[in-house]
C-alpha cells in the first residue's frame, strides 16, 4: 500500500567497523584549537588533565578512518544499526511528490542519538583507568546517555543539568537517576564557578556554557576523573558518524539515490555532524551533490548569525579556544523547550564546514518546529524530540517553497530522538501557550 511507512533496516553483521573524520576531506584544514594563555594551537598536553590518550588523539586526528573498537561494537548491537524510513503518511500530509526518508536515532537505550558517543568515550576512560567522568546535559539526552554508558563500563556520572532543564524536564533527571547519575542543577553551589555565576546572574536559568564549566572544574580537580562533552568538539563528531554511515548503506538497500537535501538539528552540532559528515565525504571525494542544512533554534542562531571567530566552549573560560561560530561564551538563550540545542557556540568541524560553503543553515522558530512535529507524529505514529522538530521544519518550509511539489526530489531527515519525554513541550504547543522565545 502506497500509505504505509517503509523500514530499511541493516542486518547486525553490516554495522560500521570505522568512525569517519571529515578532517582530511576538507579542502581547507580547520583552525586548530589554542591554548588561551599563549594563544598557541593547543597540544595533547593542554587537554590531557581533562581526556584520556585515545579521545585526545581522535580529536587531533587527521585520519579518515578510525576502527570502532570490538567492546562498543558489542554495545552498539543494544539498538544498532537504527532503522531508516520511508515516510509515505508524511509525503502525503504535506501533499508533495518527493520521496521523503528519514533516520531515527529514538529507539537507542535513552531514546536518542547521544550513547553512539558516549558508550564510545565511557569505553576509553575505563581503559585509561578513570573512575569517574563529569558531564554538562540541556535537554537531559547526553546526560542519560552518559549515565548509562558508565553504568556499562562501571564508572560514576556526575551530570550538571542546565537548571531550566532541571525544573521542566523532571523525566529527564530521573532517567539520568535511574540510570545511575548523580544530577545536579546549573549554576550551582557546589563548585567556585557556579558560586559566582549564581552571585553574578541569581535569577538565570542556567545554559551549557555554565554546565561545562562546573563539569570542567571538577573532573580537573580529581585525578581519578575525567570531562566528556555530549556535543561540539570532533571526537564526539567521529562517534557519531555511524548516523550517516548506515543511512548510505540503508539508501542503497532502498534502490535510493543520494538525497537532494539533508536536514539535520543543530545545536553543537553532534547530529547534524553524525548524519551530514558522510554524505559531505561522498560530495568532496565523489563529486556528488547533497545538499546539507543545519535546522537551528531561532534561540540560538549560532551559524545564522554568530561570528566565525575564536570563542571558549564554556562561560568560565576553562577549554582551549574553538575557531567557531559563536554568540559568545557568555551568551545565555531563551528557555526554550529544545534544551539540546541551547548553545552559544557551533562545532568547530561544522563551522568550517559552513565557512567553506560545503552547507548552509536556517534558524526555526519554536512554535513552527512544534507545528511541524505535531504534523509529524499525526502521520507516522513517532513523537520526535524538541531538538528533531527543527529538522522537520526545515525540510517543510523546503518543500513548502519546491516547485512542481518537489517531484523528484529525494528528503532525508534526521530524527535524533523520540519526544517521549517532551510531553510537557507538547502540552505547552498544543494549549497555544507556547512562546517562540
Keep these: 500500500m502506497t500509505d504505509e511507512r517503509t523500514k530499511f533496516l541493516l542486518p547486525e553483521d ?21 591554548n588561551p594563555a599563549t594563544k598557541q594551537p593547543a597540544g595533547p598536553q593542554d587537554l590531557a588533565a581533562i581526556f584520556p590518550q585515545a579521545l585526545i588523539e581522535q580529536e587531533m586526528s587527521t585520519e579518515r578512518w578510525t576502527p570502532i573498537p570490538d567492546e562498543v561494537r558489542e554495545v552498539y ?15 502525503q500530509a504535506l501533499g508533495t511528490k518527493a520521496r521523503i526518508y528519514f533516520k531515527y536515532e529514538g529507539a537507542s537505550p535513552v531514546g536518542s542519538h547521544k550513547p553512539n558517543s558516549a558508550v564510545a568515550q565511557a569505553y576509553f576512560n575505563k581503559q585509561a583507568g578513570i573512575k569517574r567522568l563529569c558531564t554538562e546535559t540541556g535537554a537531559g539526552q547526553w546526560g542519560a546517555a552518559l549515565s548509562f554508558a558508565c553504568q556499562v563500563f562501571g564508572l560514576r556520572c556526575d551530570v550538571w543539568q542546565v537548571r531550566s532543564s532541571y525544573e521542566t524536564k523532571p523525566y529527564r ?25 549564581r552571585e553574578k546572574f541569581p535569577d538565570t536559568p542556567g545554559s551549557l556554557g555554565m554546565a561545562i564549566s562546573e563539569a570542567i572544574e571538577v573532573a580537573a580537580g580529581d585525578p581519578e576523573a575525567n570531562y566528556a562533552l555530549g556535543s561540539v568538539l570532533n571526537h564526539v563528531a567521529l562517534h557519531q558518524s555511524v548516523i550517516g ?25 553532534s547530529n547534524l555532524a553524525g548524519l551530514a ?11 556528488a551533490n547533497v545538499h546539507v542544512r543545519a535546522c537551528e533554534p531561532d534561540a540560538a542562531p549560532s551559524l545564522t548569525k554568530g561570528e566565525y571567530r575564536y570563542d571558549f566552549g564554556d562561560a568560565g573560560g576553562f577549554t582551549p579556544l574553538l575557531k567557531m561560530f559563536t554568540l559568545g561564551a557568555d551568551f545565555v538563550p531563551a528557555a526554550v523547550h529544545a534544551g539540546g540545542l541551547r548553545y552559544h557556540g557551533m562545532s568547530p568541524l561544522v563551522s568550517a564546514a559552513y565557512d567553506q560553503k560545503l552547507l548552509d543553515a536556517v534558524a526555526i522558530k519554536q512554535r513552527e518546529a512544534f507545528a511541524s512535529g505535531v504534523l509529524f507524529a499525526r502521520a ?34 534526521g530524527i535524533s530522538g523520540n519526544g517521549q519525554l517532551d510531553l510537557p513541550a507538547y502540552a505547552d504547543f498544543l494549549s497555544g501557550e507556547m512562546i517562540d522565545a
Design 14 to 34: 553490516q554495522l560500521p567497523t570505522h568512525w569517519y573524520n571529515l578532517t582530511p576531506d576538507l579542502p581547507t584544514a580547520p583552525p586548530p584549537p589554542l
Design 173 to 197: 533527571r530521573i532517567q539520568m537517576e535511574t540510570f545511575g547519575g548523580h544530577v545536579t542543577p546549573s549554576p550551582s553551589d557546589g563548585t567556585e564557578i557556579g558560586r559566582q555565576l
Design 245 to 269: 554511515l548506515e543511512a548510505l548503506a540503508q539508501l542503497e538497500l532502498a534502490g535510493e539515490r543520494l538525497p537532494d537535501h539533508l536536514f539535520a538539528c543543530a545545536g553543537g552540532g
Design 77 to 91: 548491537r543494544l539498538w544498532r544499526p537504527s532503522p531508516l524510513y520511508r515516510a509515505r503518511r508524511f509525503e
Design 380 to 413: 507516522e505514529g513517532i513523537i520526535p524530540a524538541s531538538e528533531s522538530n527543527h529538522a522537520i521544519a526545515g525540510a517543510v518550509e523546503h518543500l513548502k517553497a519546491a516547485e512542481d511539489d518537489g517531484e523528484g526530489q529525494v528528503i532525508l531527515i
Design 277 to 287: 559528515f558522510p554524505f559531505l565525504h561522498r560530495n568532496l571525494a565523489e563529486g
